[in-house]
């Protein structure tokens, strides 16, 4: 593979830029492999990426119904963060950090990780009590958190509204200076690009139509470019994994809904965090091109769309005018919509199934994007040993049974309910 | 904006509305013995499919009765509204 490089780019400018190589190749699939990833985003690509360089094994196909990059990795607002309590999220994603901390160079591919910071801001004493009590958690987990109060929060953003008289005043927030954003498209095709590179064939424009199931085990599927073999099979297809499920015959603790986000037009550097909203679901921040980046609440019914209607984005831009009053003077330059698979508890399931062979990546709710290299490292570990790694022990598909629900928010289990 | 039909009131707008989740699912009957399997049913599992949906709301900002509404989660299309008691 052509190492991406100043001087690799200098080399290419003399010629051109006619000579670069292709970054991932356009295989027909072969009759059998090792392992099939279906679903060709951010988390299949990091798994496929994980499964060649920690284990070996490379004989693995990614099988996309359409094109890599295409579905939530390259539709969320590129929030990284770790700011979780309960221990199983909190370690998972700090672990995530990591290797967010070091991605550009590992893939050889800038994905422009930005630590600029998170703010969720507090609006009651009662959300203050809330927020020093996660921030403490964090900290017993080795995660970075600073609890601020108003004088600190308005010294980071004064831009907010901090006048005496509005319905929620900012009572201060807390931040974990470490988290941050990065370019979501390059992390798809920064991981494409070495998966393909070690053996990987990434296989689009292929719909799996059916699996192939004997004795409770898999032994392959079906798909619009013929059937394909393999002894392990793993699904990373977030707002479709109802719909693979039922040619599983298997039901799920997931129900798909849709979620917006919005883009204002690109103004001067203003906002130099993320910042959330505490009274409400909205969150900000400025894209390296100056658009503001915001998004909010579900939907709020079951919906396969992938377009969203113009109440719940009000709502949401209600509340953001609540936080930022200048967002009322911006223009709106794009909206958009896309599937979430919302898991009863609010965080993810990366576990076997009844089905020997058979792995399961899903329930990433609204928080995918950020989990794309710890989600893919551990469900990676997961195939290749056929048993969880001690970090995602706890995501696994029989807490819903069992009772060992993590529920971050302690919202039960109405997934609309955000 | 969706529009929904109330049995009651008529066609009203979503936002008029709040949501109730799947109205296929069926609490388990009292005073019967109860697997957890059946619970696990019950409270956390989800057929959630691409196309037709029976699913509750609430007329939470008119008549605040519970209805049935049939919609396809795909389309956002509402084919027919039931009264919560209906059989159908």
Redesign the interface.
């Known amino acids: 593979m052509q190492k991406y490089s100043v001087f690799s780019l200098i080399k290419n400018a003399f010629k051109g830029h006619q000579n670069w190589e292709v970054a991932w190749k356009d295989p027909t699939p072969k009759t059998e492999y090792d392992v099939i990833i279906i679903g060709g985003g951010g988390h299949g690509l990091a798994t496929a990426y994980y499964l060649a360089k920690e284990h070996n094994i490379s004989n693995v196909a990614i099988v996309e119904k359409g094109w890599i990059g295409g579905g939530n990795v390259g539709r969320n607002t590129t929030i990284i963060r770790s700011n979780y309590m309960h221990d199983e999220n909190g370690l998972f994603s700090e672990f995530g950090m990591d290797l967010w901390r070091n991605m550009s160079l590992d893939l050889n591919f800038n994905v422009m990780f930005s630590p600029r910071g998170i703010i969720n801001l507090a609006h009651s004493d009662a959300q203050m009590n809330a927020y020093s009590r996660r921030g403490n958690s964090m900290r017993l987990n080795g995660i970075d958190a600073v609890l601020l109060n108003r004088e600190e929060v308005k010294k980071i953003i004064p831009m907010a509204d901090f006048s005496e008289n509005v319905r929620f005043p900012i009572f201060g927030g807390l931040m974990q200076p470490s988290a941050g954003t990065a370019r979501h498209d390059a992390v798809a095709w920064g991981y494409a690009r070495q998966a393909d590179s070690m053996g990987v064939d990434i296989i689009q424009n292929c719909e799996v139509t059916g699996f192939d199931v004997a004795n409770g085990k898999i032994k392959g599927i079906q798909t619009s470019k013929g059937n394909i073999k393999a002894k392990k099979i793993g699904l990373c297809v977030a707002g479709s994994t109802?719909?693979l499920a039922?040619m599983l015959n298997m039901?799920?603790?997931?129900?798909?809904h849709l979620l917006q986000a919005c883009v204002s037009e690109p103004i001067k550097p203003l906002l130099d965090n993320v910042v959330t909203f505490g009274a409400g679901h909205f969150y900000c921040s400025q894209s390296d091109k100056g658009e503001m980046v915001m998004g909010g609440d579900l939907d709020?019914?079951?919906?396969?769309?992938q377009r969203g209607?113009?109440?719940t984005l009000q709502h949401v831009l209600t509340e953001g005018i609540a936080m930022f009053p200048f967002l009322s003077k911006l223009k709106m330059l794009r909206t958009w919509g896309g599937i979430m698979d919302m898991s009863?508890d609010g965080s993810p399931i990366i576990d076997k199934t009844h089905i020997e062979g058979l792995y399961l990546n899903c329930g990433w709710c609204y928080g995918g994007f950020k989990a794309t290299p710890a989600s893919g490292w551990t469900f990676a570990h997961t195939i290749a040993q056929d048993k969880p790694h001690k970090l995602n022990e706890g995501y696994n598909l029989n807490r819903?049974?069992t009772g060992h629900l993590i529920d971050e928010k302690g919202l039960g289990?109405?997934t609309?309910i955000s | 904006m969706l529009h929904i039909k109330c049995p009651y009131c008529g066609l009203r707008p979503q936002t008029e509305f709040s949501y109730g989740g799947d109205a296929t699912v069926k609490r388990p009957e009292l005073n019967k013995e109860v697997s957890d399997q059946d619970w696990d049913n019950f409270v956390y599992l989800r057929k959630s499919p691409r196309g037709k949906h029976l699913e509750l709301w609430q007329h939470i900002s008119g008549c605040r009765q519970w209805i049935k509404v049939e919609r396809d989660t795909l389309t956002h299309e509402i084919s027919t509204t039931y009264k919560a008691n209906e059989n159908i």
């Open positions: 109802n719909i039922e039901t799920l603790p997931i129900e798909t709020g019914y079951n919906s396969y769309a209607n113009l109440p009863m819903f049974s289990t109405k609309w």
